[in-house]
């Protein structure tokens, strides 16, 4: 019954792999986001979809490319990974009206690039 | 450019004590803060405020906003050794994407 759900939770790849983590929420809610959070514990959003449709897309590389099938789902598509993308990426969601600012975080998956 | 800055980075205290983390905020069309507490996983929930000078509380835990001032202060009386966590303050901004600060480390020594 978990509510904001990811996989894997791990994740070790070769630099050059192309991977993707999947995450789903059951909260019934209308937006969903991408955050990476950095080796020094600092969480900075990647993407936003509202209804399947993205509204933000933050500077981040090409290589990123998010997928929404359904409002419940929001996955993380990786190509030609590099060292630096080594991280935790947590996925959330929230729902629009008086409380849509706050967001539920999904356990993270931690990823590392050798 | 919008900015959270929270301080201290990092706080050590004993068990029983009172410890008071700080978050200052810069941002276009302010609408609300929000506090966090982050253990090994995900980063958990903990108070959302819109206005100035009411407090939020839950417990051992309190929080306030200055919205003139531009800051909110998160207060635990009583610490306990399951409080040592990262604790994150954020700020969500146009498309309600959260801006984050850089955390406050807590660790509390039995």
């Not at chain 1, 600092?42 to 993205?54: G, R």
């Not at chain 1, 409002?71 to 729902?95: M, P, R, T, W």
């Not at chain 2, 029983?16 to 803060?33: A, H, K, M, P, Q």
């Not at chain 2, 909110?72 to 984050?100: M, W």
Request: glycine letters at 6%; charged letters at 20%; a positive charge.
């Amino acid at each position: 019954d978990t509510a904001v759900s990811q996989t894997p939770k791990y994740l070790v790849t070769q630099m050059g792999n192309d991977k993707s983590i999947k995450c789903e929420q059951n909260l019934g809610h209308d937006t969903m986001y991408w955050y990476k959070q950095d080796s020094k514990k600092f969480l900075k959003i990647m993407f936003s979809y509202n209804n399947k449709e993205l509204i933000i897309n933050e500077t981040v590389p090409n290589r990123f490319s998010p997928k929404s099938p359904d409002k419940a789902h929001l996955n993380l598509h990786i190509n030609s990974l590099e060292l630096g993308d080594s991280a935790v990426y947590f996925c959330a969601s929230s729902q629009a009206g008086l409380t849509s600012d706050t967001q539920y975080f999904g356990p993270g998956t931690r990823l590392t690039v050798l | 450019e919008d900015k959270v800055v929270q301080s201290p980075l990092s706080l050590v205290v004993h068990e029983g004590d009172t410890v008071t983390l700080n978050c200052s905020y810069e941002v276009t069309n302010f609408r609300s803060l929000l506090w966090y507490k982050q253990e090994k996983k995900a980063p958990t929930f903990l108070f959302m405020l819109t206005s100035s000078g009411i407090e939020k509380k839950s417990g051992r835990l309190s929080s306030i906003l200055d919205k003139k001032e531009l800051f909110s202060i998160l207060n635990i009386t009583a610490t306990q050794t399951g409080d040592s966590a990262v604790y994150l303050c954020a700020v969500p901004t146009l498309g309600r994407k959260l801006v984050f600060g850089q955390g406050t480390r807590l660790t509390i020594n039995p």
